[in-house]
Nanobody
Framework: VQLQASGGGLVQAGGSLRLSCAAP????????VRWYREAPGKDRTLVAG???????NYADSVKGRSTIFRDNAKSTMYLQINRLKPEDTAVYYCQAITLRGAYWGQGTEVTVSS
């Protein structure tokens, strides 16, 4: 099972981007879903997450300028990042966690130009 991530691209600093991640409904409705990012030469780090009940958490680096939300009817979750910075440049990966295990998307690349 692989999640489908999309929405990356080249954006100027100060701009906004919305990433999407779709998953099979049977997985999505019970999963905690998260976004991670991996910048060149750095480890993959957690950006934001949302539980099946809607509880959210954010990394300090994006807190206050990003929103994670989910549309259970579409089995899709989203990450809106505003006021983008060059240090947001990374490949963004979505993950869904259930009692059966963790599932990943293929990654979507975000490049923020200064």
């Amino acid at each position: 099972v692989q999640l489908q991530a999309s929405g990356g691209g080249l954006v100027q600093a100060g701009g906004s981007l919305r990433l999407s991640c779709a998953a099979p409904g049977s997985i999505f409705r019970v999963a905690t879903v998260r976004w991670y990012r991996e910048a060149p030469g750095k480890d993959r780090t957690l950006v934001a997450g949302i539980s099946s009940e809607g509880h959210t958490n954010y990394a300090d680096s994006v807190k206050g300028r990003s929103t994670i939300f989910r549309d259970n009817a579409k089995s899709t979750m989203y990450l809106q990042i505003n006021r983008l910075k060059p240090e947001d440049t990374a490949v963004y990966y979505c993950q869904a966690i259930t009692l059966r295990g963790a599932y990943w998307g293929q990654g979507t690349e975000v490049t923020v130009s200064s």
